[in-house]
Every structure is written in structure tokens, then in C-alpha cells.
């Protein structure tokens, strides 16, 4: 059974710095990984999402990078910014024809000014 | 484009109660899920519908109903409400598997408080 964990829960940073979640999975066997953001009392924004045969997607300050023999992946954020203090949710989509989810607990960040 | 809408966007029920959760996209997607967000176990899922005609159990189905009425439509059901139900729901939808496009997008929420 596939098992997606993310550490730390939470994290605090001074505004500028550069940052990374990470996000870890089980079952190596997975589709694609999709990391979301979700805002306070919203509902979660796609951020980025990389297919199992590729290695990272980039989307403005964001990078994700996935390693799939070691079960990783992590988000990069450059140049922090206040605005980016948020719930970030990975996600693992299985191997099998349907598309199911299995999201971590999430990482709450805190971009400090 | 709206994306996806949900209603209502909070319900309290009484226990034993029923009621529908409402979900509709516009963007022509093929699939669409139902999860449920709690404290301290994430976001799990309760159906999906990979395509028009079809639904499936997730991984916490029990207490509920799904209708894919069309396309665009997929609605979750309580026959009878639970406070375990208490929760906040959320939908979502793909283009589909296979067509590179298996991003999902999601639903504003419906918070339920179940009494």
C-alpha cells in the first residue's frame, strides 16, 4: 500500500531565503507526483506535477525534482516570498488505471518579512 | 471559465440526516473524485469517476453515495449522516489517464458539521 510523508509538518523561514520540502513515498511504482498549495480555509491549487519518466518540472520559482529509486521528491522555492506561506500537499498517483491520489500530511510554511 | 464549483459551501446536518454534496466542472475533464480533508489524517478518497458512466470506491467509501449524472456532474451522497461524517469535502477533476493531462484541479470545499 502506497504511503506518502512529508517532513517537516511545518516550517519558518526569513523572506529571501531559498527552501526545500520534501516528500517521500513507498511504492517506487507510481504514475506521476503532483505537488498542490493549499491557502487557509481553500481548496488546493496545482502547482506542479512530474510523470514518472521525468526527473524535475519547473514553473517560475518553483522547482520539483523526482527520484523514483529512492522514493523522493522535493520542492524547491527560490527567493521566498511572504506570499508563498501556504500548505504544500505532495501527491503519488499509483500505477493503475484509474487516477487515485495518495496525498502526505503536508508541509504548512511561513515566510517571514 | 469557472473550473470546478461546489455547493453548498457549508451544511450543518443532524445525525440520521441526508443530504447531496453538489460538484460540476466545465473544462470537458473525463474524471472526477470526491475526498474528504480531516485534522491529522489528510486528504483521502471516497469515489471516483474515471468516466462518464462509471464510478469507484476509494479508500473510505462507506456512508456514502456517488451519481455521475453527466459529464460535468458528479454528486456525492449521505443517506445517513454521521458525526464521523463531520468534514470538509472536496471535488476534483482530470482530463484523464493516458492523455498527459492527469493534473487535478480542485473544488472550493463544502464544510460539513454533522451533529
Known amino acids: 500500500k502506497q504511503e506518502v510523508t512529508q517532513i517537516p509538518a511545518a516550517l519558518s523561514v526569513p523572506e529571501g531565503e531559498n527552501l526545500v520540502l520534501n516528500c517521500s513515498f513507498t511504492d517506487s511504482a507510481i504514475y506521476n507526483l503532483q505537488w498542490f498549495r493549499q491557502d487557509p480555509g481553500k481548496g488546493l491549487t496545482s502547482l506542479l506535477l512530474?510523470?514518472?519518466?521525468?526527473r524535475e518540472q519547473t514553473s517560475g520559482r518553483l522547482n520539483a525534482s523526482l527520484d523514483k529509486s529512492s522514493g523522493r521528491s522535493t520542492l524547491y522555492i527560490a527567493a521566498s516570498q511572504p506570499g508563498d506561506s501556504a500548505t504544500y500537499l505532495c501527491a503519488a498517483h499509483g500505477s493503475s488505471n484509474t487516477g487515485k491520489l495518495i496525498f502526505g500530511q503536508g508541509t504548512t510554511l511561513q515566510v517571514k518579512p | 471559465n469557472a473550473g470546478v464549483t461546489q455547493t453548498p459551501k457549508f451544511q450543518v446536518l443532524k445525525t440520521g440526516q441526508s443530504m447531496t454534496l453538489q460538484c460540476a466542472q466545465d473544462?470537458?475533464?473525463?474524471?472526477m473524485y470526491w475526498y474528504r480533508q480531516d485534522p491529522g489524517m489528510g486528504l483521502r478518497l471516497i469515489y471516483y469517476?474515471?468516466?462518464?458512466?462509471?464510478?469507484d470506491k476509494g479508500e473510505v467509501p462507506n456512508g456514502y453515495n456517488v451519481s455521475r449524472l453527466n459529464k460535468r456532474e458528479f454528486s456525492l451522497r449521505l443517506e445517513s449522516a454521521a458525526p464521523s461524517q463531520t468534514s470538509v469535502y472536496f471535488c476534483?477533476?482530470?482530463?484523464?489517464?493516458?492523455?498527459?493531462?492527469?493534473?487535478?484541479?480542485f473544488g472550493p470545499g463544502t464544510r460539513l458539521l454533522v451533529l
Open positions: 469517476s474515471a468516466s462518464e458512466g462509471t464510478t
Open positions: 473544462m470537458n475533464h473525463n474524471s
Open positions: 476534483a477533476s482530470s482530463a484523464g489517464l493516458g492523455t498527459g493531462k492527469e493534473t487535478q484541479y
Open positions: 512530474i510523470q514518472s519518466s521525468q
